[in-house]
């Protein structure tokens, strides 16, 4: 079982949609998630971060987190055609403090956002 | 948060030879890394490059592969030695100043 899944893609949704990105992971010592977003051939680029169960809104962004159910989600709201990217769902785990920014990744979704 | 600068940002390399990757920061971090990605995958961390220390690998890498130098707090270097088309990846260096930030990639291709 991979430590960080995500839904598989890719994803294709019309312009001005909501695009739901969802993610599960299997290290319930896990404290802190992130999504990251990559344009192809760059580097990812950090756009939510959450560590408390609920909502966490940032603009057009939403990060949803539950602990219980080991899952997290990133709601993509008037998705525009430059949200077109690979999202990647990122998962730290930082008992003890040993482990800041070690991240473990899941495996990606393509999300394309058509006009 | 930090601004890194990592070089080369792409090479193409004969097998068998090694490839030095530079990652330079604009400030001070304790936590720096390296992370792979191959293509079509996602992000694999290589290993924490510990300043005054000798790195801590994760699990499938190691030394002798990818030997990594962090001689103070705003710099480390990143090594692939005696490469094979395997090597073929994008390699990252990262910094933790409360959240993780990355550099451009350097993108190696092992012919």
């Known amino acids: 079982q991979k430590e960080v899944e995500q839904n598989s893609g890719p994803l294709s949704v019309p312009e001005g949609a909501i695009a739901s990105l969802n993610c599960t992971y299997s290290d319930r010592g896990s404290q802190s998630f992130f999504w990251y977003r990559q344009y192809s051939g760059k580097s990812p680029e950090l756009i939510m971060s959450?560590?408390?169960?609920g909502d966490k809104e940032d603009g057009r962004f939403t990060a949803q987190l539950n602990k219980a159910s080991q899952y997290v989600s990133l709601l993509i709201r008037d998705s525009q055609p430059s949200d077109s990217a690979t999202y990647l769902c990122?998962?730290?785990?930082?008992?003890?403090?040993?482990?800041?920014?070690?991240?473990?990744f899941g495996q990606g979704t393509i999300l394309t956002v058509h006009p | 948060s930090a601004v890194i600068s990592q070089k080369p940002s792409r090479d193409i390399c004969q097998r068998g030879t090694s490839l030095t990757i530079q990652c330079q920061v604009d400030s001070q971090v304790t936590m720096m890394f390296w992370y792979r990605q191959q293509p079509g995958q996602s992000l694999t961390l290589i290993a924490t490059?510990?300043?005054?220390?000798?790195?801590?690998?994760e699990s499938g890498f190691v030394i002798d592969k990818f030997p990594i130098s962090r001689p103070n707090l705003t710099f480390s270097t990143l090594t692939v030695s005696n490469m094979s088309p395997e090597d073929s990846s994008i390699y990252l260096c990262?910094?933790?100043?409360?959240?993780?930030?990355f550099g451009s990639g350097t993108r190696l291709t092992v012919v």
């Open positions: 990122a998962v730290m785990v930082t008992a003890g403090g040993t482990s800041y920014g070690k991240l473990t």
């Open positions: 990262s910094v933790w100043d409360g959240l993780n930030t």
């Open positions: 959450i560590y408390s169960n």
């Open positions: 490059a510990n300043q005054g220390s000798e790195a801590t690998y």
